[in-house]
């Protein structure tokens, strides 16, 4: 069997337009949700905070495919959150909220502990919870 050459397609960095995009399209959720630089940072992965004001002022080279997951998933939480409620601002204020289901912190104190694993426990909750409207 030959050896693949090179990383799969899903593996694949993005070009920088596609990573500026995204970022920019991060850091309007975090700024629909309050989040401080703190909170992003963390969300991110706890980039250096050289590369994280670059990033926050457009200025993007490459971009780890981590950060590129947690985007992902970032994007996925708000595209949940819009489905669940009609209320854009309802929808935003959520992840403000205490929830049992997160131990009572607030999805965002969730998603700001710094491993992915953190942000994908609150998008399996959100999918969860719009799985009949899926």
Do not use: C
């Amino acid at each position: 069997m030959p050896a693949l050459a090179g990383p799969r397609p899903a593996e694949q960095p993005l070009g920088r337009d596609q990573a500026r995009d995204a970022l920019r399209g991060f850091f309007r959720i975090m700024e629909l949700w309050r989040a401080d630089n703190t909170e992003a940072r963390a969300i991110l992965g706890h980039p250096p905070e050289r590369t994280f004001y670059k990033w926050r002022a457009g200025e993007v080279g490459a971009v780890p495919l981590d950060v590129i997951r947690r985007i992902g998933y970032v994007s996925g939480i708000w595209k949940a959150l819009q489905i669940l409620y009609a209320d854009h601002t309802q929808a935003d204020a959520w992840v403000r909220r205490p929830n049992r289901h997160f131990g009572g912190q607030t999805p965002l104190e969730r998603m700001s502990a710094g491993d992915v694993t953190d942000l994908a426990a609150v998008r399996q909750y959100l999918d969860a919870a719009r799985g009949p409207w899926s």
